[in-house]
């Protein structure tokens, strides 16, 4: 098993073989939570148009959606694990657009298979990789608006790989390490708002998840998120 990590936007369009598209502070830690409380449905978008257009023509669907970290106008709600964790989600389908993470999913077009990855589900989707077996790995971290290095997605491709290639890794004092370096913006005063403290705990609440997030292609440029896994469970936690 030949197991690569790449950056970025462009990593996403070099990406081969089974693919996992990194997205820790927030975008696929929120959609493990939002699956954990009984999602129906999640589409990741890459483009706010495209977004915008799908909840004119659905108005029952919620829209998650941020530029810049902020929630955009038009949206529902922003790209907060914290924000969301009243909403009631059960059955629902959830339009997901954000400046990383889907645009991870729309530009892997080389990819066999596409799973979302984040510190919350590490350990499912590395126990998947490991009974599929594949031949090529890639491990994109797409970083700040998918073109600067964000340290926590770094670390979960990391954390992963050690996973499965057994080298050891102090994971949870490079956690600690991110309220310096990747994660400070949560402790701002100036920006709870938009980066409440509480995502931070959220986001790196390390193996919380059982299951594997694995996207589909349903017609050309139109995805689907979907829970797979040996455990599944829907909580309303």
């Excluded at 996992?20 to 706010?48: H, M, N, Q, T, W």
């Excluded at 709600?77 to 990383?100: C, E, R």
């Amino acid at each position: 098993m030949k197991i690569e990590i790449l950056e970025f936007i462009e990593g996403a369009r070099q990406a081969g073989g089974l693919t996992v598209i990194i997205d820790v502070f927030r975008a696929f830690s929120l959609e493990c939570f939002l699956f954990a409380k009984g999602a129906g449905a999640i589409y990741p978008v890459g483009s706010i148009e495209l977004a915008l257009d799908l909840k004119k023509r659905h108005p029952e669907y919620l829209l998650i959606g941020e530029r810049g970290g902020a929630k955009y106008p038009g949206c529902d709600y922003g790209n907060s694990p914290f924000q969301t964790k009243d909403v009631n989600v059960l059955g629902k389908t959830i339009i997901h657009t954000t400046s990383a993470g889907t645009q991870g999913i729309v530009n892997a077009r080389h990819a066999d298979e596409i799973l979302t990855g984040s510190l919350v589900n590490a350990k499912a989707v590395s126990h998947y990789i490991q009974r599929r077996n594949p031949e090529r790995v890639s491990l994109v971290c797409m970083g700040n608006g998918g073109k600067w290095r964000a340290n926590e997605d770094v670390l979960c491709a990391r954390y992963i790989r050690s996973l499965l290639t057994g080298e050891e890794i102090n994971l949870k004092a490079e956690i600690d390490s991110l309220k310096r370096a990747g994660g400070e913006h949560f402790f701002k005063e100036d920006m709870q708002e938009i980066f409440p403290r509480e995502d931070f705990a959220f986001c790196v609440d390390y193996d919380r998840f059982p299951f594997v997030i694995r996207v589909e292609e349903e017609a050309p440029g139109c995805f689907r998120s979907l829970v797979i896994g040996e455990d599944t469970w829907q909580s309303g936690e």
